[in-house]
């Protein structure tokens, strides 16, 4: 990964930091062989707000949160991470950079606890005499330390994971992409296939992450309830570009649908 910063910047006047996105993308386009998954595709993400990203099925919005942590490369266009230009080429530099993802799948260890979920793949490791071993109780501290700041402090850390509900798994997904402080968190459908409570849950759990000064992505169909409801701006996206924009407080769920299904061209109501 390179950080370059644009030697344009260094003469303008600076902005506060507040005013400076966390995460900006502008006009990127992404092919597939001949299919042109995104054909310029633009968004911010700033800190303490959930963006959310919305649109029909196949409109670019998985590809475009994939290039934003590093998964997919793109072929043109602007990634600015903190106002700084950005060459994100794998996962790794996106999660260098503080951007954790948190999958549909999960990617959880059904045969696995939730302390072991957490760290895994990234144990805390002791080098003593018994050469690299797990230092599970230390894993467990911070296991608790994570699951009682997202008040999660009820959730058993020794139960595998396969034996909890949709909504509990959900949780320590997000929790194990806290764990290593990350300025900004991409969830993609969070609330697929849980129940109204469960749901509810979840956007708290967001809601307190955003509280915490991160930015948060959510992609997600669940429009007429957690979009408009749980979020603070809506992305549209329509084949493969971004459409409308909207203040999540001051729009319908219907306005939103129309706009992805192609009803009000070019609407940005985000301010
Ligand atoms: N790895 C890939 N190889 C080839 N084509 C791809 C790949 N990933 C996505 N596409 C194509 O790019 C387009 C955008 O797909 P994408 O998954 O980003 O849509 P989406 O908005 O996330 O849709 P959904 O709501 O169904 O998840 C689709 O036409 C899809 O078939
Ligand atoms: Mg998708």
């Not at 309830?225 to 971004?242: P, Q, S, W």
Request: hydrophobic fraction near 45%; aromatic fraction near 4%; glycine fraction near 10%.
């Amino acid at each position: 990964m390179t950080l370059a910063i644009a030697e344009t910047r260094s003469t303008a006047v600076p902005k506060p930091a507040a005013s400076v996105p966390l995460i900006s993308m502008r006009n990127i386009h992404k092919s597939f062989g001949s299919l042109q998954a995104l054909r310029g595709a633009s968004v911010e993400v700033r800190a303490g707000e959930i963006v959310a990203l919305v649109g029909d099925n196949g409109a670019g919005k998985s590809t475009l949160v994939k290039v934003m942590a590093g998964v997919h490369s793109f072929d043109s266009g602007e990634y600015e991470f903190g106002g700084v230009p950005v060459d994100i080429r794998s996962p790794s530099d996106a999660t260098a950079l503080g951007i954790q993802t948190v999958y549909q799948d999960l990617a959880l260890c059904n045969n696995l606890d939730a302390v072991q979920n957490l760290f895994l793949g990234r144990e805390l490791t002791g080098s003593g005499w018994f050469g690299r071993r797990i230092r599970r109780a230390e894993c467990e501290v911070r296991a608790r330390e994570v699951m009682a700041r997202m008040r999660l402090g009820n959730l058993s850390l020794t139960r595998p994971v396969g034996a909890m509900s949709g909504g509990q798994r959900q949780n320590i997904a997000i929790a194990r992409s806290i764990l290593w402080k990350p300025k900004v968190v991409i969830l993609d459908e969070p609330t697929a296939a849980l129940s109204h409570s469960a749901a509810q849950q979840v956007a708290s759990l967001i809601r307190s992450l955003a509280d915490d000064g991160l930015g948060v992505v959510v992609v997600s169909h669940d429009i007429h309830h957690f979009v408009v409801n749980a979020t603070d701006r809506i992305v549209v996206m329509r084949l493969g570009a971004d459409v409308a924009a909207f203040r999540s407080g001051e729009v319908t769920g219907e306005q939103v649908v129309n706009a992805m299904v192609g009803g009000n061209e070019g609407v940005n109501l985000a301010g």
